[in-house]
């Protein structure tokens, strides 16, 4: 499968035809009698929805403006599709029992690897769409039917079922996607060798889903660059494996408009009004994300001593208004590109990492959740210290976005960076990022 067939990160198709398809026929499934009771998350919502005199006519009329901004042609428009509030939760109802498959289907037109956001589609783009997905209520009710969801995909082994697809057809996008650095292949590793798996074990000796999307390179595979001298404090690394957004953004304000179309970074709103947001003004912000196919953990970019961790609710499926049907081009995968918007509103981790290296300053670190995708997962703790190169934390159940904050004054000499964007779609985790020039 070529990856142009695929937005940034590799989550859904490009061709909204073929989201339509793969929604047409959850909607088919979610009229069978084995989904006839909703999960109780989806129970609740519903209630709160139903209760609210805001919430209610937004819930529906979210897919009105959707339908009405439909250009398919009449005969596509026919098949089924999410007409509106109570068909949305019977989709989420059966999606709560399935891990994200990679099957004929998928090997056809393209992975689904945001079925809950393949649902809501253009909906999420609407007027009516981005006042719903912001409330607090609503991210409330949809952090618990994730949770829900997450707890099928990390214990229960039904979950493992969709992995023969995966390490079958799937398998040699994902040695392609890890064998990629850049502008092109560096290494030509099968998956056994990228990747700690038990080949002779059913499922490779992945038990559930989560186990396969969190799994962890094979010793050396990822060294710490430079390689002659990995200590070398001048020398900051790629926290994730990842591919770079935008260029990266110097002279951060405080507060800036993040909502508008031109998007900018915030601080205060990034930071959640975090005591050290000033001492990040003025400095620069370096963002990339993650692919579907790819590695899910985040690794420090420095040595040194971890501050402060802080997990920070905020929303799921909110999306920048001018990235959907305001600005012209409704797009399914939206938050792909509104991820500046997302850096301040959607559920995300924040680790502040003091660098060894006095010239760096303090590092902020900060891993945000996209749609589905916002289980953010730290696994270090205040008071640690970490060297370049070690874990920090990982996305469960998918992964997103993350991005790095350098304070003023730091001068940086940017290490293999495209010069238009997008460009290439993978950068190793621990490979060099920058150069401290101080």
Same mark, same amino acid.
Request: net charge neutral; glycine share 8%; proline share 7%.
């Given at each position: 499968?070529?990856?142009?067939?695929?937005?940034?990160? =590799?989550?859904?198709?490009?061709?909204?035809?073929?989201?339509?398809?793969?929604?047409?026929?959850? *909607?088919?499934?979610?009229?069978?009698?084995?989904?006839?009771?909703?999960?109780?998350?989806?129970?609740?919502?519903?209630?709160?929805?139903?209760?609210?005199?805001?919430?209610?006519?937004?819930?529906?009329?979210? $897919?009105?403006?959707?339908?009405?901004?439909?250009?398919?042609?009449?005969?596509?428009?026919?098949?089924?599709?999410?007409?509106?509030?109570?068909?949305?939760?019977?989709?989420?109802?059966?999606?709560?029992?399935?891990?994200?498959?990679?099957?004929? @289907?998928?090997?056809?037109?393209?992975? !689904?690897?945001?079925?809950?956001?393949?649902?809501?589609?253009?909906?999420?783009?609407?007027?009516? #769409?981005?006042?719903?997905?912001?409330?607090?209520?609503?991210?409330?009710?949809?952090?618990?039917? !994730?949770?829900?969801?997450?707890?099928?995909?990390?214990?229960?082994?039904?979950?493992?079922?969709?992995?023969?697809?995966?390490?079958?057809?799937?398998?040699?996008?994902?040695?392609?996607?890890?064998?990629?650095?850049?502008?092109?292949?560096?290494?030509?590793?099968?998956?056994?060798?990228?990747?700690?798996?038990?080949?002779?074990?059913?499922?490779?000796?992945?038990?559930?889903?989560?186990?396969?999307?969190?799994?962890?390179?094979?010793? #050396?595979?990822?060294?710490?660059?430079?390689?002659?001298?990995?200590?070398?404090?001048?020398?900051?690394?790629?926290?994730?494996?990842?591919?770079?957004? &935008?260029?990266?953004?110097?002279?951060?304000?405080?507060?800036?408009?993040?909502?508008?179309?031109?998007?900018?970074?915030?601080? &205060?709103?990034?930071?959640?009004?975090?005591?050290?947001?000033?001492?990040?003004?003025?400095?620069?912000?370096?963002?990339?994300?993650?692919?579907?196919?790819? $590695?899910?953990?985040?690794?420090?970019?420095?040595?040194?001593?971890?501050?402060? *961790?802080?997990?920070?609710?905020?929303?799921? =499926?909110?999306?920048?208004?001018? &990235?959907?049907? $305001?600005?012209?081009?409704?797009?399914?995968?939206?938050?792909?590109?509104?991820?500046?918007?997302?850096?301040?509103?959607?559920?995300?981790?924040? !680790?502040?990492?003091?660098?060894?290296?006095?010239? !760096?300053? +303090?590092?902020?670190?900060?891993?945000?959740?996209?749609?589905?995708?916002?289980?953010?997962?730290?696994? +270090?703790?205040?008071?640690?210290?970490?060297?370049?190169?070690?874990?920090?934390?990982?996305?469960?159940?998918?992964?997103?976005?993350? *991005?790095?904050?350098?304070?003023?004054?730091?001068?940086?000499?940017?290490?293999?960076?495209?010069? @238009? =964007?997008?460009?290439?779609?993978?950068?190793?985790?621990?490979? *060099?990022?920058?150069?401290?020039?101080?």
């Amino acid at each position: 499968m070529d990856h142009a067939t695929h937005r940034v990160g =590799y989550w859904l198709p490009k061709d909204k035809a073929i989201i339509r398809e793969w929604v047409a026929t959850i *909607v088919e499934i979610s009229h069978e009698s084995r989904y006839s009771e909703l999960d109780p998350t989806l129970v609740a919502f519903q209630h709160v929805v139903d209760r609210s005199p805001l919430l209610k006519p937004l819930s529906n009329n979210m $897919f009105t403006e959707a339908a009405n901004n439909d250009s398919r042609p009449f005969r596509d428009r026919e098949k089924p599709r999410v007409k509106d509030f109570e068909s949305m939760l019977r989709c989420f109802n059966v999606l709560m029992r399935r891990a994200p498959p990679w099957d004929d @289907a998928e090997e056809k037109s393209g992975l !689904i690897g945001f079925p809950f956001n393949a649902v809501l589609d253009t909906a999420m783009g609407t007027a009516a #769409g981005y006042q719903f997905f912001l409330d607090s209520d609503v991210n409330r009710c949809l952090r618990a039917i !994730i949770t829900k969801w997450g707890q099928y995909l990390q214990h229960d082994k039904d979950s493992a079922r969709v992995l023969q697809g995966w390490l079958s057809k799937g398998i040699h996008e994902m040695e392609k996607k890890g064998n990629e650095c850049g502008d092109g292949p560096v290494t030509k590793l099968t998956f056994v060798q990228l990747y700690q798996c038990d080949p002779s074990a059913p499922n490779h000796g992945f038990r559930c889903w989560d186990d396969f999307f969190t799994r962890k390179f094979q010793p #050396g595979v990822r060294p710490v660059h430079p390689k002659e001298n990995p200590d070398d404090p001048r020398f900051i690394v790629h926290a994730c494996e990842s591919a770079p957004f &935008q260029a990266p953004v110097r002279g951060v304000q405080r507060t800036d408009n993040f909502m508008a179309k031109n998007q900018r970074y915030s601080l &205060q709103d990034m930071l959640d009004s975090d005591p050290m947001v000033d001492y990040f003004v003025g400095g620069t912000v370096y963002q990339a994300f993650l692919s579907a196919l790819s $590695f899910h953990r985040w690794h420090t970019p420095v040595s040194g001593t971890i501050l402060s *961790v802080r997990n920070i609710l905020g929303t799921y =499926y909110s999306e920048n208004f001018y &990235q959907g049907l $305001f600005g012209g081009h409704a797009d399914a995968a939206a938050p792909n590109n509104s991820q500046p918007y997302i850096a301040s509103v959607a559920t995300r981790m924040l !680790i502040f990492i003091k660098a060894d290296n006095p010239a !760096i300053g +303090v590092v902020a670190f900060l891993a945000i959740g996209m749609a589905e995708v916002s289980s953010c997962e730290a696994t +270090v703790a205040p008071g640690q210290h970490v060297k370049k190169g070690d874990e920090l934390g990982m996305f469960h159940f998918g992964g997103s976005s993350y *991005v790095l904050i350098f304070r003023p004054g730091l001068e940086l000499l940017w290490c293999g960076l495209p010069t @238009a =964007y997008p460009g290439p779609t993978n950068y190793h985790v621990n490979s *060099v990022l920058a150069v401290v020039n101080n």
